[in-house]
């Protein structure tokens, strides 16, 4: 309607007007035009696709961009920026999940991922091959993700789909919530954890006495075409409540691999410990450990010493446990290794990507045990600039396994039985030379964001005991920095033998997070540069100014959320948080397959016996690149679902308590607040703020009242009172007690957009999730 309005009005105008020359130039299309265009068209559609329809060229195609930005605005259109589609409906090649087996016997999938605001995610059938058409064409069943080729009768008919690959199957085993059928003694009915699986009926002797509210993991007996299938319990996990059961949720909910299959780990189990061909012996070199108090695996070990040849300079070697010698490519902890990924961390558990044979045994460095390694020696000049390295296939004894605090606490004059021996002959060595290399990253002006990472510390019963933020001492530093240096290292390595290697690539903020950014900091009488390839010192420069000011919190926020996300390519764009033109993953295979494949690559270039790439390419590199990329990002997500549970279940015996908090998160729906004492995040509902119309301004990260001009912006510190706490879902919902700060009633600032007005007796338990926040971590970079 709105549309049709504009267009009336623009008729009427030109009625109006006197008539000019007709003009070679091309019209601008409509909106109806565009969505016309769009809606019609059988492929990719972006904006070079319209303007080329359309005959649009030179300065118009600013106006067209306009024109496709106001439409996304309202709504009409999706993903403005990429393939443009009509808002509600599907490109023509798309990731489904599949939900339902209809009365015909034919899938229906909906898509992966959907945005809400563009209504309810639209049905897909996906009728099956004819019976004697099937072979070689992928078969899929309730709950499997596929990858499927979109057809539709019209701008408004069905949806029909074709699969054109199986991504990932439903797995054999599911937990979930046992709840008893009152009328079968006995048995019951499963609940999946994983919101897109279907339930599963238990028969009474299949139960093994699980109870109502249980949770429970289950093994399907039979896949029905028609009804709902039947399942075993398998294991009674118990109140769902522990650690233990909330981690193995996140894992259901986010489909993550956590049981080896019996092959993985008979083949572990096979696996005779490395001998010394193809291996220089450097047990006699004094590599130590440093690790968290609580690791059950060492994979890094270091040394280092003053180089006698280069006044002031140092020589540091890194060595890694040699994962490549036992894991070898197309095996079965090979296979196993890809579909996870990385290891997952919960505060309770570790969901390892190797079995403990290889991550707790043979590939750990244990002190006084001999295990083989790749190691790398560098030399760097008394300004910390690496000036040359060296890799080499080794066997090593670890001199010690040693703590960050036990490490630091020897330097800072408090060493104990173990550090004293060490002290003079390895530990100040290693300090000498981290001082120097800090002076080679303070020149090299990384990103420096200023975000506490929270720690969760769990009793005997798995119960949360304490959150707290841990010190950040040099030891923890040192370790970091030894590791970046030797993961530039094997980047350079092997782009210099002109090998395939997986990158890690960090790509610099985006046009649109920039002119975001650029906005909000011209609200606090603040800039940033508007000439390209900006660096990361031009942001640094931002959280200096405002470091031990009332905006520092609100800043280090918004920069952090304008970054981009890191991941893995076999196209290198450099790393633009830690300011290297090449970096890659070497330093921790046990966890990451990404250092897995660089370790291959290593041992082929170098020549340096088994354990090698074997035959794979480029091309089976980069597939493999995108598919762990998306495995860390699912791995975050079920980490931080994990400890939100925890949380939750925690403080629900709180509710109606006071806490002081800041706000982390601002958007159209309410504001979502970080409490002080643990952490957590809580979301405070628009309707809950007060009677008057509120109004969402995204440009400055506020929400704020068009009448009393009450404002809430982002790193505002805030009372709240806890409302809800629901620990199965992870929410937390809050009462604002602060009143809004106060600024000119009625002021609309640029960049305002959905508001929310007070509905009595209404509330959103349920908010948005919480922006992701955190700082990167020796895990992630």
Not at 9 to 36: A, C, F, Y
Not at 262 to 282: C, F, L, S, T, Y
Not at 441 to 466: F, W, Y
Not at 536 to 564: G, W
Request: net charge positive; with cysteine.
């Amino acid at each position: 309607m709105q549309n049709q309005k504009h267009q009336g009005e623009s008729q009427g105008r030109r009625l109006s007007l006197p008539k000019k020359p007709k003009s070679t130039r091309p019209r601008l299309p409509s909106e109806q035009d565009i969505l016309n265009f769009v809606q019609d068209s059988e492929g990719k559609v972006g904006k070079r696709e319209i303007a080329r329809a359309f005959g649009i060229t030179g300065p118009d195609r600013v106006a067209l961009k306009r024109t496709l930005k106001q439409m996304a605005d309202e709504g009409l259109i999706a993903s403005p920026r990429k393939a443009i589609r009509a808002s509600g409906t599907l490109p023509s090649v798309t990731v489904l999940r599949v939900i339902d087996v209809d009365d015909d016997g034919d899938l229906v999938g909906t898509p992966e991922q959907w945005d809400e605001a563009e209504g309810k995610p639209p049905r897909v059938r996906l009728p099956l091959p004819p019976a004697g058409k099937r072979r070689g064409k992928p078969t899929a069943g309730v709950g499997d993700r596929v990858l499927t080729r979109i057809e539709r009768s019209g701008h408004d008919g069905p949806y029909r789909g074709r699969i054109m690959k199986l991504l990932e199957r439903v797995p054999d085993r599911i937990v979930g919530i046992f709840k008893a059928d009152p009328g079968e003694q006995g048995g019951g009915r499963i609940v999946p954890t994983n919101r897109r699986a279907k339930e599963y009926i238990v028969p009474p002797s299949e139960a093994a006495g699980a109870v109502d509210g249980e949770l429970v993991a289950v093994e399907p007996l039979s896949k029905k075409r028609l009804g709902l299938p039947s399942a075993r319990v398998s294991e009674r996990i118990g109140d769902v409540s522990s650690e233990k059961a909330i981690s193995l949720i996140a894992l259901e909910e986010n489909n993550i691999p956590y049981v080896f299959p019996q092959r993985v780990i008979d083949e572990a189990e096979a696996a005779k410990p490395a001998g010394m061909e193809h291996r220089n012996d450097w047990r006699d070199l004094p590599l130590i450990t440093i690790d968290p108090a609580d690791a059950r695996d060492h994979d890094d070990a270091v040394y280092a010493k003053p180089d006698p040849d280069n006044e002031g300079g140092h020589i540091v070697t890194v060595a890694i446990a040699d994962v490549a010698y036992y894991v070898r490519p197309g095996s079965a902890m090979d296979k196993e290794a890809v579909k996870r990924g990385n290891s997952v961390y919960f505060p309770g558990r570790v969901v390892p990507m190797l079995p403990e044979r290889i991550s707790n045994d043979l590939c750990s460095l244990r002190e006084g045990e001999d295990r083989p390694a790749l190691a790398v020696r560098m030399v760097f000049d008394k300004n910390g600039r690496k000036t040359s390295h060296r890799f080499s296939r080794i066997m090593m004894r670890s001199a010690a396994a040693l703590s960050y605090e036990e490490s630091q606490a020897a330097i800072d004059g408090r060493p104990n039985e173990r550090t004293q021996p060490l002290l003079d002959t390895v530990l100040k060595p290693l300090w000498d030379a981290y001082e120097v290399l800090k002076a080679g990253r303070d020149s090299r002006e990384p990103l420096e964001l200023d975000v506490p990472e929270r720690k969760v510390q769990l009793d005997e019963s798995g119960a949360i005991q304490r959150v707290y933020v841990p010190p950040r001492l040099d030891a923890h530093k040192l370790i970091e920095e030894f590791m970046i240096q030797a993961n530039v290292a094997a980047a350079e390595e092997l782009e210099g033998r002109n090998s395939p290697l997986v990158y890690r690539i960090h790509d610099e903020p985006s046009f649109d997070k920039l002119e975001g950014l650029r906005d909000f900091l011209g609200s606090l009488d603040m800039s940033l540069p508007k000439k390209g390839n900006l660096r990361p010192s031009e942001f640094n420069t931002i959280l200096k100014n405002v470091a031990d000011t009332a905006h520092s919190i609100l800043v280090n926020e918004v920069v952090l959320r304008s970054q981009s996300q890191a991941q893995y390519s076999t196209q290198n764009i450099g790393h633009f948080g830690l300011n290297l033109r090449r970096y890659a993953h070497f330093t921790s295979p046990i966890r990451r397959y990404a250092d897995l494949l660089v370790h291959r690559a290593l041992i082929s270039a170098l020549g340096a016996g088994e354990g090698g790439l074997g035959n794979m390419d480029e091309a089976a590199m980069e597939k493999i690149a995108a598919e762990i990329s998306l495995a860390e990002r699912r791995a975050m997500t079920a980490e931080r679902d994990t400890l939100d549970r925890l949380v939750a279940s925690w403080l629900s015996e709180r509710v109606g308590a006071r806490f002081f908090g800041r706000i982390r998160g601002v958007t159209r729906a309410g504001l979502f607040v970080e409490l002080e004492e643990s952490g957590a995040d809580g979301f405070v509902p628009i309707s809950t703020l007060g009677s008057e119309f509120f109004i969402y301004d995204e440009t400055l990260h506020r929400l704020y009242g068009a009448d009393s001009g009450a404002t809430y912006q982002l790193g505002d510190r805030v009372e709240v009172r806890l409302a809800e706490a629901t620990p199965y879902a992870g929410d937390l919902r809050l009462e604002m007690l602060s009143e809004g700060a106060r600024g000119k009633p009625g002021g609309r600032p640029s960049g305002h957009n959905n508001a929310g007005r007070k509905r009595p007796g209404t509330t959103r338990p349920r908010g948005p999730r919480s922006p992701k926040r955190g700082a990167p971590s020796r895990k992630r970079k």
